[in-house]
Nanobody, 119 residues
Framework: QVQLVESGGGLVQAGDSLRVSCAAS????????AGWFRQAPGKGREFVAS????????YYEDSVKGRFTISRDNAKNTLYLQMNSLKPEDTAIYYC????????????WGQGTQVTVSS
């Protein structure tokens, strides 16, 4: 079992940077694949980025490539999403998620943190 708690969201201006974090509890987080998703007002939840348990492999949705960086510190049981050059269309609730490596879907979700980018 893994519990996830996001933090670090807020209101920023277009072009600014922001880092959101996700603190995980449970001994198994370091062996789990993890990711970030987001949900904008009136839209469905969409994939943003994911990272393997070791941090060696990362994947990004096309619209955030080159601007966002996903990373993890397994010693601290923490997942990060560094967001640079933010755009108003990045406004959304950002969720972290985790799952065992053999699973195709994410089993554990945080409650989300709001990121608002003003133009």
């Amino acid at each position: 079992q893994v519990q996830l708690v996001e933090s670090g969201g807020g209101l920023v201006q277009a072009g600014d940077s922001l880092r959101v974090s996700c603190a995980a509890s449970g001994r198994t987080f370091s062996s789990y694949r993890a990711g970030w998703f987001r949900q904008a007002p009136g839209k469905g939840r969409e994939f943003v980025a994911s990272i393997s348990w070791s941090g060696d492999n990362t994947y990004y949705e096309d619209s955030v490539k080159g601007r966002f960086t996903i990373s993890r510190d397994n010693a601290k049981n923490t997942l990060y999403l560094q967001m640079n050059s933010l755009k108003p269309e990045d406004t959304a609730i950002y969720y972290c998620a985790a799952t065992a490596m053999h699973r195709k879907t994410y089993d554990y979700w945080g409650q989300g943190t709001q990121v608002t980018v003003s133009s």
